[in-house]
Nanobody, 121 residues
Framework: QVQLVESVGGFVQPGGSLRLSCAAS????????MGWYRQAPGNQRELVAS???????EYADSVKGRFTISRDNAKNTVYLQMNSLKPEDTADYYC???????????????WGQGTQVTVSS
């Protein structure tokens, strides 16, 4: 079994900051990529930030310059530092990982349970 466990989100005022974390555990062989998506009510899930490998990072235009994704490979953990938060950042945030389980040769997507972030005054 493989699990992705996210930290608790929260309620933040506009302009505030919040840091999310997501730890992968279980029968892991190799993690290829990790990242974050979000979904606001009535909207489709959208990519926020990702680390597809090789040290590269990718960000949605809406969060560039405000959010920073990082990864601790030793802990199989990905972080999302969110600064200068705006009300439009309010959403459920989901981490994902592309990984290979032990005993398998397939690269599959796994998802966290989601954590709610609310930005409001």
């Amino acid at each position: 079994q493989v699990q992705l466990v996210e930290s608790v989100g929260g309620f933040v005022q506009p302009g505030g900051s919040l840091r999310l974390s997501c730890a992968a555990s279980g029968s892991l062989l190799r993690i290829s990529a990790m990242g974050w998506y979000r979904q606001a009510p009535g909207n489709q899930r959208e990519l926020v930030a990702s680390m597809p490998g090789g040290g590269r990072t990718e960000y949605a235009d809406s969060v560039k310059g405000r959010f920073t994704i990082s990864r601790d490979n030793a802990k199989n953990t990905v972080y999302l530092q969110m600064n200068s938060l705006k009300p439009e950042d309010t959403a459920d945030y989901y981490c994902y990982a592309k990984l290979v389980r032990k005993g398998s040769q397939y690269l599959l997507d796994y998802w966290g349970q989601g954590t709610q972030v609310t930005v409001s005054s």
